[in-house]
């Protein structure tokens, strides 16, 4: 049988791009994959991860990705994006041939609202899970996980290239915030790397504003 894991990488992140990757795997490879330690990418170590990605790129049978740059994102509810990235891995899936009789779907939110979208779209008879910390439960979500969290994470080392070192690209950096809050207060524009929607940078400039009152 074969089996369809999606999962996200960057969502919630300040800076970046956000990757969502599909991974499908036949019970065979499940099995190789559990016993080389393939599991929640977060539970990994970066050197970790990088050894996986290269055994989940040798053994998948398919494999696909879409990315989402902050202006997307700025101006896109972050559901539906993610929502679009699975309809399409699904639809590129069929496509090529391929018939998962399972897809694994790990949700942050809206779990009623993807399993409804996605009604029209997956083929009578396939076993659609759609849960919270779903690639913490199966291994097809934890190998997408993988390749979508070291894709950004080799994507972040490049852009800290072009930009400087601003940390993990987290709101939760103070290394991230520092970066961005020493951009705004040179009255230097704030790189297009950066989600400019986010709560966390209208609270910077609005910190920068109440500070020139003082100045």
Known sequence: MLHLGID????????????????ALYDDVV????????KDSKKLSQNS?????????SNASFIYVRRYQPDV??????????????????KTVYKLG???????????????????SLSGIVYHGTNLIVEYNADEKYIPVSAASIVAKVLRDRHIEYLKTLYGDFGSGYPSD?????????IVLTRSEVPPI?????????????????LDEYI
Do not use: H
């Open 49 to 57: 991860r990088s050894k996986l990605f290269k055994v989940i790129l």
């Open 8 to 23: 996200e990488a960057g969502r919630g992140c300040l800076v970046g791009d956000m990757f969502v990757a599909a991974v």
């Open 31 to 38: 099995e190789l994959l559990a016993n080389a330690g393939v």
């Open 73 to 90: 994102i700025d101006s896109v509810n972050l559901n539906d994006l993610f929502l679009d990235a699975i309809k399409m891995s699904i």
């Open 194 to 210: 950066v989600r400019k929607s986010w709560k966390t940078i209208k609270k910077i400039y609005s910190s920068v504003k109440t």
């Open 98 to 116: 391929f018939k998962p009789t399972t897809i694994y779907i790990d949700s942050t939110s809206n779990m009623k609202k993807i399993v409804n």
């Open 174 to 182: 103070p290394k991230t915030i520092k970066w961005i809050r020493d």
